[in-house]
């Protein structure tokens, strides 16, 4: 079992972005962020449920299969599940649609506890719970039964795992662009890469693809 | 003639490290900072005067050598000359030692003007002037006959070339180490991509090399 990260963030190492609006509640940023992750095959089957065989199959598409790869649990923050959209309506299921792509159980992170898990026919379910990092980790490697462990966002979520020294694979897509606000991944992340083999590879798109192992 | 930018940093955009001390004057981290760089067969000819033909030879070397091809002429800030470590000693003739490895014209930003140019034996000269990027460039240009001209450092000064639009070639080696702190090259950077084509290339020694052209 492995406890693993996906993020894309961009050159100057930011993971979110700042130019979202009321008519644009994505932002361009964010586009520009993903671009190459949201063109990959894998993407379009997996996320957007396009069976057309369409978008790209080359090296970001190797890391997107690997990011579905193997996968037995999640963690992610309540941030990304989308509990600060509708906090207090008891009907609202997240903002992964029908069908979130996760297809496994995930752990979302909240201080809003007791809060009743949700389940969708595609074998996404989500629980709630508030814990620390490891106390999360344990949950969810039982749940994972022997798979990887993912943790998947936010930044912040992400950071809390790593200073603690709970991630054995850490992948970045990195976007040629410089962002200049935002989170940053790498903040209080000083000597990460001490136990870790840093290794990068540059795809098609001019996404650089990192991946510390350890 | 293109204007021409080369710099180490961190995986986090650090170009300056922070852990000097009295008994380790560059520190423990400048070391891990210029590692693969200083490796190169270029540097120990170039720079250490090291004939013996040792060092490596591969992705960094190449742009090592590419680092030195074709400059006519250089652009530093008094820091990377050494101008303030004795300020007020005429006969300081910077800490490149006796044999400085830009066998050019260097002109070095100062407001400490007028200041007496300083001339070594292997071509290089070192000339002093309180100007605007624009209008060193203009000097250094000039000087450079054709050739590039190279903006040296340190990066604050690279960022004042940048921001204003001055530079056609950017190129920094990634060090894949987190540094936390420091002078960060991206900072106010934000958008810089727009107008060049940037591409990467990662070394054997797990340098990420990145191209910004236009």
Redesign the interface.
């Given at each position: 079992m492995s406890v693993r990260v996906d993020l894309n963030i961009s050159?100057?190492?930011y993971a979110t972005t700042t130019d979202q609006t009321p008519e644009n509640p994505f932002g361009d940023d964010w586009s520009r962020l993903v671009e190459a992750y949201v063109a990959t095959r894998t993407f379009r089957e997996r996320v957007l449920h396009d069976a057309s065989g369409e978008g790209t199959t080359g090296v970001d598409d190797a890391h997107a299969q690997a990011y579905f790869a193997d996968v037995g649990a999640e963690i992610m923050g309540a941030g990304m599940f989308g509990l600060h959209n509708f906090p207090d309506d008891p009907d609202w299921r997240g903002w992964w649609g029908d069908e979130p792509p996760f297809r496994i159980p995930v752990f979302v992170l909240t201080r809003r506890v007791p809060h009743p898990s949700i389940e969708f026919d595609n074998g996404t379910t989500f629980h709630f719970l508030s814990a620390t990092p490891r106390e999360a980790l344990a949950r969810a490697a039982e749940a994972a039964d022997g798979r990887d462990v993912r943790i998947g966002g936010g930044p912040t979520v992400v950071r809390d795992f790593l200073r603690e020294g709970l991630v054995d694979h850490l992948h970045v897509g990195i976007a040629?662009?410089?962002?200049?606000?935002g989170i940053?991944l790498?903040?209080?992340?000083?000597?990460?890469?001490s136990g870790y083999d840093?290794?990068?590879?540059?795809a098609e798109s001019?996404t650089?693809h990192?991946s510390w192992r350890r």
């Open positions: 050159l100057d190492g040629p662009i410089l962002l200049g606000r940053n790498w903040e209080g992340l000083r000597g990460l890469e840093v290794t990068a590879e540059t001019g650089i990192l």
